[in-house]
């Protein structure tokens, strides 16, 4: 995993503008602590830090490959999952290779099949491909949206990066927020609209799309969509055909030349990706699998039971490490720790997140590199199998908004009088309308079915991609590589159209996924109620963010002001977020962690020196 930059000027020779490139590529150097590499010609600068897993020596970028009279040039920050059967057809095809990488092999699937590699490939990438003598760019990111790719377009300009502090490091772009980002922020925080990238003239490649850039016209395509099929097959085949992809996309991921570990919870789907990952280390002779969970000092004495989270993980990642014989290693992590870390959590994401929910992941995460540079993880499984409990709650199922994202009402009422007049709610309700609009639907599918496939797509589109944008930031800003298994194109495809008596198998939430287990879990592992993401409930933790927010209180600059009402934040803080009724978002932001969220805000516009346009 790597991280990558670009600089495609129209109008001027940019050859010797060579410190840019270095300081976008610079920003980087924890998504690539490894090596270092440019490119420079008349038109374009490219930048790449690398995380060597495969082929340290072969592997080097950028990479350039001549073709005839044809010089092409890639950038790639990814990992091909079927890197072997692709470079077996290109062989067939008379292509020759000079390394084992999957650099190579993606570069000249570009050459033979242009855009129709994405035929072709299975993986996670966001990538760029210069070709010389068409001066085109070709930037694209995979299916799911698994790794970033944030761009601008300026002055006949294309500038690009893995991240927006990419970017933010170019002398045309600046941390200027506009009337969209205010909404954006307040409205959707932390979720974002597909493409968006908060930040004025900023924008993201799409997860599906790719973007072409020539004599300064870009053309942005979709290239893969979900789409509506009759399901065709019975229950028992539908188990084992969910069976055969899970295994086989965690199987895939596991290839590496440098240690690879699993998250472990103890849940179902962490399990799952455990149970499979470690039978294939002994039928391999791998040796020993290295589990990870993480927990929190004293949580035990604190913890408090709801209907998001009903128990805490500990004992079942315990019970699931000795069942399949892994090393397993549990992170505890103090309370201070995850307040202190809340402003590593803004830098590597370069914007409000997910509070707490990030810090720890992100303080998890630089435990876990200690042992290992690749990990593979369970999100993604709730999104496509119906874990949540708006996928049964009949009062979610039939809102008219976001189900996690409830409380927009409620946000305009902290929201500072300078911007009140902004039509959050309608902004919020728009998303929402246009994105139910693109679900696809099937002819004569009943009005229940149909209204549960535009969850799925929702969840897909939207939830799914900020849980994802979340945990590459805080792994890649601890060099660690994070693998999704159920973000397997063909495993999301397949399951998008199993019908809802199937999926909801027994009335439980993944009831078709629990069955599909069978006998590579054991039973009180399947029949476990899920459970979130662990957060803290110790009492520390609260006193910590409502101290360090009143300090933010007393400060008459604090640039958080600027956005939201100084009043209702005090209530808030006051009252260690209990005034506040509903979560601000998902099953997790509520109490102290939304004060934790205020924490990052105000952090965020200091660091990033964030200005409003209104």
Known sequence: MCGIVGWISKERSIKESVKIIENMTCTLNERGPDDVGFYSSENVQLGHRRLTIVDPEGGAQPMIRKIGDRKYVIVYNGELYNTEEVRKKLQKKGYHFESYSDTEVLLISYIEWGADCFKHINGIFAFAVWDEREKTMFLARDPLGVKPLFYSIKNNNLIFGSQIKALLAHPMI?????????????????????????????????????????????????????EAKPHEEDLNTTIE???????DAVERQLV????????????????????????????????????????????????????FQPNSDQVWAEKMAEFIGSNHNTVILENIQLVEALKDAIKVNDLPGMADIDSSLYLFCKEVRKKATVALSGECADEIFGGYPWFTRPEDINTNTFPWSKSTKERKEIINKDFQNYPIEEYVTQKYQDAIKQAPKLNGESKEEARMRELFYLNIKWFMITLLNR??????????????????YRLVEYA?????????????????????LRGILPDEIIERKKSPYPKTHHIDYTKAVQGWMWEILSNKNAPIFELINREKVTE????????????WYGQLMTGPQLIAYFIQINTWMEEYQVKIRK
């Not at 945990?471 to 397997?488: T, Y």
């Not at 159209?497 to 599909?516: C, D, S, T, V």
Request: hydrophobic share 35%.
């Open 256 to 307: 590496s030349d440098v240690p690879v570990c699993t998250f472990l919870s103890g849940g179902l789907d962490s399990s799952a990706i455990s149970a499979v990952t470690s039978n294939f280390f002994k039928r391999e002779g791998r040796g020993q699998l290295e589990t990870f969970s993480i927990d929190y000092k004293d949580n035990d004495k604190y913890f408090e039971a709801n209907e």
């Open 241 to 247: 055909h969910t069976r055969h992809l899970l295994v």
């Open 471 to 488: 945990k590459d930031r805080m792994s890649m800003g601890n060099s660690l590589e994070v693998r999704v298994p159920f973000a397997d």
């Open 174 to 226: 600046e941390p200027i927020i506009n009337y969209e980002g205010v909404m954006e922020i307040l409205g959707l925080g932390p979720a974002r609209s597909l493409g968006h990238g908060i930040f004025q003239d900023i924008n993201e490649i799409p997860p599906a799309h790719y973007l072409l850039y020539k004599e300064g016209t870009p053309k942005l395509i979709q290239y893969w969509e979900l």
């Open 572 to 583: 808030i803080v006051e009252t260690g977020g209990k005034s506040f009724k509903k979560p």
């Open 496 to 516: 998008f159209n199993i019908p809802n008596h199937m999926k909801f198998y027994e009335g439980r939430e993944k009831g078709l996924l629990r069955e599909a």
